[in-house]
């Protein structure tokens, strides 16, 4: 992946109903190059499908998580997996004891554990420590 296939998929992940057209206006390149770009990421498996995002409000039932990984050897390859990851809402990287931060939403404990069994076996990732989101006093 090039810089542009990260800017595409950024522009995608604020919007991923924009029209490739206005993808295409706000990254400086034709129509057609977005078009076989997006087409290429799917094949390959780097985006694996489109979702939306809701207000944390609008989901009072949703299981948030966080889960600190350590990352053996070179990050990038496990940074892709993760965010083809359905389960990760949000991917952080960290300094300290941990390499990378997710933040998992979920519609139950057994997707969570799902989620987590995935994460787990991403090749790279040596550990993981999982926090449930109880209660928020402030946001």
């Known amino acids: 992946m090039d810089d ?11 919007d991923a ?15 057609g190059t977005i078009t076989n770009r997006m087409a290429r990421l799917q094949r390959e498996g780097v985006i694996t499908g489109y979702t939306l995002r809701l207000r944390p409000a609008a989901t009072p039932d949703e299981i948030r ?5 350590a990352v053996e050897g070179n990050q990038n390859p496990v940074v892709r997996a993760l965010l083809g990851e359905p389960g990760v809402a949000a991917l952080h990287d960290t300094n300290g004891r941990w390499d990378l931060l997710a933040e998992l939403r979920v519609g139950s404990l057994a997707e969570l554990s799902a989620a987590l069994e995935r994460i787990r076996g991403i090749p790279g990732v040596s550990a993981t420590e999982t926090s449930v989101h109880l209660q928020t006093f402030r946001s």
Not at 4 to 13: C, E, N, T, W, Y
């Open 65 to 69: 998580a966080w889960t600190s990984l």
């Open 4 to 14: 542009l296939d990260h800017r595409l998929i950024a522009k995608l992940r604020h």
């Open 17 to 31: 109903r924009a029209a490739v057209a206005d993808l295409a206006k706000a990254l400086g390149v034709s129509r």
